[in-house]
């Protein structure tokens, strides 16, 4: 990927291409709308303007057609109240008066002004002047009419048309045309008001999106620091993006990753270095106990033969005694033995041996130790071929130690079911009692050295049993549910299997 397209991919470039744009868009929606706003303005003013020119026009053509009507009267011999009444008049047209050259009325459209005096213009052209001769307003007066005085000669001589205006309609249409404006740009000035708002909006919800978008994995961040501060090291932040902050993320897991690893190194090395303590301690004292022990043993073999009572009855309590004290001497120096050969490499004696066997010894052995604690013994074998290559003593002993665990788990009773299965090329012994069980932390540590939940135990025997069984290419594992009892599954290859090669070096 080239240098100007990882660039593009970043959240700074990507935050200045989308500033960018709005700006963009703000400076085209900016424009198109003052010039709609222009176009709509300007088609308001020419509205209005040919309103106002329509109503000036329509105040000309009334004074015409009132003139006209005044001029057709003079060859009349009625009246013009007579031949148009007031609301048959022009819109703009108050009355109209016909005079003779001195100013009397000789004719009106109001029958009253008939024989009045008017005052005229001084000459005899037509002229047009801010007043109403009728009700003698002029011009210090208000709403002051418009009288147009406009001379004509006819066979009778000398007369004056008088037409009394009035520009209230005049005004109207011109105050409903500025109305008109007025409210066109009220209402351009709305839009224009809506649509700033409208940008304002949206660029708020790009700022919050933006910023949402940006603080959130920040957050994510944030919080797992918290954790791996805590000593939390098995989790992932799952931020995937290809900017600074998906980079970031990536980065940070890498972070946890290393940090677990080193972690694990270092419990490991604690461990080790604790459990090479105790080994070198435990094996001073088991290489310090083994000698005296073999001095009792050999002790107890020469009482037996030589101060043996003659009662036949005492001889046998005697004997017995010596026996019981010889069986626990046995017992120490097994246990003297796993602590001096733990860590050593073994050495196996590999024979044939039938498994089945190897059960039903162990089950023999435990059997008056389940009976006094009230345990039931079931066991279930196959009919196929259970033979494996092994160390029978070792063997032995690994069953003999997870049997007795499981029985020092039931103090109060219950049953021990064992099943001898042949799978796939594998003898598999399944061990299940129905005790305590064992908690979910316990089980991590379970086949650790020196880690016992019992409190007088050693904590070595399941260890040992492990590394027998992996020596004999074969596996242990535990199942167990705090107060659900404990399952132990041992797996072995068959020895024909093992003998043509058909078995790794190690479990899949």
């Given at each position: 990927m080239s240098k100007k397209v990882k660039f593009l991919m970043t959240f700074r470039a990507r935050l200045m291409l989308l500033l960018t744009s709005f700006l963009l868009l703000t400076f085209v929606v900016v424009f198109l709308l003052d010039r709609w706003a222009n176009k709509q303005s300007d088609e308001a003013i020419e509205a209005q303007n040919r309103q106002i020119r329509a109503a000036v026009n329509s105040g000309y053509g009334d004074i015409a057609r009132a003139n006209t009507i005044a001029i057709q009267s003079l060859t009349s011999e009625r009246f013009l109240y007579e031949e148009v009444s007031r609301s048959q008049l022009p819109p703009t047209v108050?009355?109209?008066?016909?005079?003779?050259?001195?100013?009397?009325?000789?004719?009106?459209?109001?029958?009253?002004?008939?024989?009045?005096?008017?005052?005229?213009?001084?000459?005899?052209?037509?002229?047009?002047?801010?007043?109403?001769?009728?009700?003698?307003k002029y011009e210090d007066d208000p709403d002051i009419p418009r009288t147009y005085f406009h001379p004509i000669t006819t066979t009778k001589g000398l007369h004056w048309i008088i037409i009394i205006t009035s520009q209230q309609p005049i005004v109207k249409e011109i105050e409903a045309a500025s109305q008109m404006l007025s409210d066109k740009k009220r209402e351009l000035s709305n839009y224009r008001l809506a649509a700033t708002t409208g940008l304002l909006l949206l660029a708020l919800a790009v700022v919050v999106t933006v910023g949402w978008r940006f603080s959130r994995p920040i957050d994510e961040l944030a919080q797992a620091a918290r954790r791996v501060a805590d000593g939390e090291y098995d989790f992932r932040i799952n931020i995937r993006r290809p900017d600074e902050v998906g980079q970031l993320a990536s980065t940070f897991n890498d972070m946890i990753g290393g940090l677990k690893v080193k972690h694990e190194l270092e419990e490991k090395l604690n461990q080790a270095e604790r459990a090479a303590v105790i080994g070198r301690l435990t094996q001073a004292v088991?290489?310090?106990?083994?000698?005296?022990?073999?001095?009792?043993?050999?002790?107890?073999?020469?009482?037996?033969?030589k101060y043996a009572p003659e009662d036949e009855k005492r001889r046998g309590q005697f004997t017995s005694i010596l026996s019981s004290i010889k069986d626990e001497i046995a017992r120490l120096k097994y246990l003297v033995n796993d602590l001096l050969n733990y860590g050593r490499p073994s050495q196996m004696a590999f024979k044939p041996l039938d498994v089945r066997e190897l059960v039903e010894e162990t089950v023999t052995l435990v059997r008056a130790q389940a009976d006094a604690q009230g345990i039931s013994l079931d066991v279930e074998y196959t009919e196929q071929n259970t033979e494996v290559m092994g160390d029978r003593e070792r063997l032995k002993s690994c069953l003999t130690n997870i049997v007795i665990n499981a029985l020092q788990a039931m103090p109060q009773g219950g049953s021990l079911a064992t099943n001898l299965y042949r799978i796939d090329g594998w003898v598999e012994i399944k061990i299940t009692d129905t005790g305590v069980g064992i908690s979910d932390e316990a089980i991590q540590k379970i086949f650790e050295p020196y880690f016992s939940t019992r409190v007088s135990g050693f904590g070595l025997g399941l260890a040992v049993t492990r590394s027998i069984i992996e020596d004999h290419r074969g596996s242990i594992v535990v199942n167990s549910k705090l107060g659900h009892g404990t399952t132990f599954i041992v797996k072995l290859p068959v020895a024909s299997d093992l003998q043509k090669g058909k078995i790794s070096e190690g479990l899949n």
């Open positions: 108050g009355n109209i008066l016909i005079t003779d050259r001195e100013g009397h009325v000789k004719d009106s459209t109001d029958p009253d002004m008939v024989g009045q005096f008017i005052a005229l213009p001084d000459k005899e052209t037509p002229q047009d002047r801010p007043e109403d001769p009728v009700l003698h088991a290489h310090e106990v083994r000698n005296p022990l073999n001095v009792i043993n050999l002790s107890i073999d020469h009482v037996s033969s």
